[in-house]
Nanobody, 119 residues
Framework: QVQLVESGGGLVEAGGSLRLSCAAS????????MGWYRQAPGKQRELGAV???????NYADPVKGRFTISRDNAKNTVYLQMNSLKPEDTAVYYC?????????????WGQGTQVTVSS
């Protein structure tokens, strides 16, 4: 089993920045892809960004150019740097991890962290 614990969410004004962190523990040797989903009120959970153990990153169109995903394999931690935040970025952000290279669907989920962007 793998446990994922997120941190770094909060309230920020539009145009501001936040950095989310997700620390993995447990059977981490089995993990390849890690990333972030988000779920806004009344909407489906959607994939935002994913990164493989080799550092290859991909982004969903709504966050491309504003968010950066990175990974420290030595610390078993993945980060999401969010810049130029918009009110529509308000959501619960979930860390996710997979044994394979794809993160859809993930094998493991974190508990989620709230990000609120005020206008």
């Amino acid at each position: 089993q793998v446990q994922l614990v997120e941190s770094g969410g909060g309230l920020v004004e539009a145009g501001g920045s936040l950095r989310l962190s997700c620390a993995a523990s447990g059977s981490i040797f089995s993990i390849n892809a890690m990333g972030w989903y988000r779920q806004a009120p009344g909407k489906q959970r959607e994939l935002g960004a994913v990164i493989t153990s080799g550092g290859i990153a991909n982004y969903a169109d709504p966050v491309k150019g504003r968010f950066t995903i990175s990974r420290d394999n030595a610390k078993n931690t993945v980060y999401l740097q969010m810049n130029s935040l918009k009110p529509e970025d308000t959501a619960v952000y979930y860390c996710a991890a997979s044994i394979g290279i794809l993160l859809h669907p993930p094998d493991y989920w974190g508990q989620g962290t709230q990000v609120t962007v005020s206008s």
